[in-house]
């Protein structure tokens, strides 16, 4: 089968293996680099370990502190003629750079909020690793949320909360800059968007874990936020998201507290604005993303997520002194897009945007190159024009049905 990108508002409907899988090995080369972590994690449990944040973190663990690895995400396999989605075929990649370094890496494709999908964990935990995970990575992005206990189904929303907010926004594939008008979250849709990515499955997940017995003494574990710049403030912070993260941030301390026979501990991370499946998604973030790029790259401080996870990694988590944090008890590894060097030149230039000076005032060109990576296109040394076989295998899920 011959796989071009099918892009359809901000999401790609096709993947392509041989790119996804040259996109993982460059981030296991990133992290041979950089990171080498003899006292780091030795058992990681990654909850949403497939795309972005996750797949970085999955990535750092195995290849930078030789970590066994158990990744929990919920990808589609191909069928007929459908590719599989990127996460699939990320994890196929990851799966079998990790058996070539004869690392354990197994896999869980379903529904993290279920309670199925949580014992199925516990239960390959329990059989192959004898307990003991010591890190404990929550990096799911979703839409949508079945509740486990009550059937109820959430859906999230962006929106901003008490007023409408207009801002410039771009459609990143035609570079057409527009203004929208989005109209302020019902106080339903607040809640519900807090029960999709507040930390309600994040401490669920905590209970279960604790009280099938299987962390270790000194486990960690981590959730993945975002603040932004106040230019966003009402989409991202202010919005009906900012709620959900608050809520993540605040169920941190709670873990902490329950994480205390083992003296363990829950951090939230702080992290990059990033192109990423799940901020492709959010109205304005795509064209300050796109600024923001242009300006750290000019600075010489631009990271991707595998460079974000490595100092998270090697300066935070794992640096053999009390990990630092801000005076709320977050890690911070936005500090770079929040330098007033890097803001200042994005509050100055974003008034001026508009479709004309858009290519050359914005790195539109490396947000959409980023894109496409994502999804394992313009990747360099792929030939797109080869026929390739669309039925990759995650070799541990691959007599496993879908959950
Ligand atoms: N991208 C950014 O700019 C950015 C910045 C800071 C923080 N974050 C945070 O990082 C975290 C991860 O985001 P990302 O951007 O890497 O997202 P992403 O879309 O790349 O990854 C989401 C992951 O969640 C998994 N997932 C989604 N629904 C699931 C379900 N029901 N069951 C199991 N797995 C499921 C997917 O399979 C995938 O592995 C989020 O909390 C996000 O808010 C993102």
Redesign the pocket.
Known sequence: MNIQPKIRGFICTTAHPTGCMQHVAEQIQTVKQTLSLPNGPKKVLI?????????ASRIASAFGANAKTIG????KPAEGKRTASA?WYNSAAFERKAMEAGLYAKSIN????SDN?KAKTIQLIEQDWDGEVDLVVY????PR?VHPKTGEVYNSVLKPIGQPYTSKTVDVMTGVVSEITLEPASQLEIDHTIKV?GGEDWEMWLDALLKANVLAKGVKTI????IGPSLTYPIYREGAIGQA?AH?EATAKTLTQKLQSLQGEAFVS??????????AAIPVVPLY?SLLYKIMKEHHLHEG?IEQICRLFKERLYANTPVIVDENGLIRL?DWEMKSEIQDKISAIWPTLSAENIETMTDLKGYRHEFHRLFGFDMSGVNYSEEVDPNENVPSLALEPCL
Do not use: H, P
């Open positions: 909850i949403g370990a497939s795309t972005g944040y996750g797949l929990v995400f919920f990808e996460g379903g529904d993290a909020f999908v990096s799911v992005a979703s949320r990515m959730a993945y936020s975002y993260k993540l702080v992290n990059k604005a990033l192109v990423t499946q799940a901020s993303i997520c936005d």
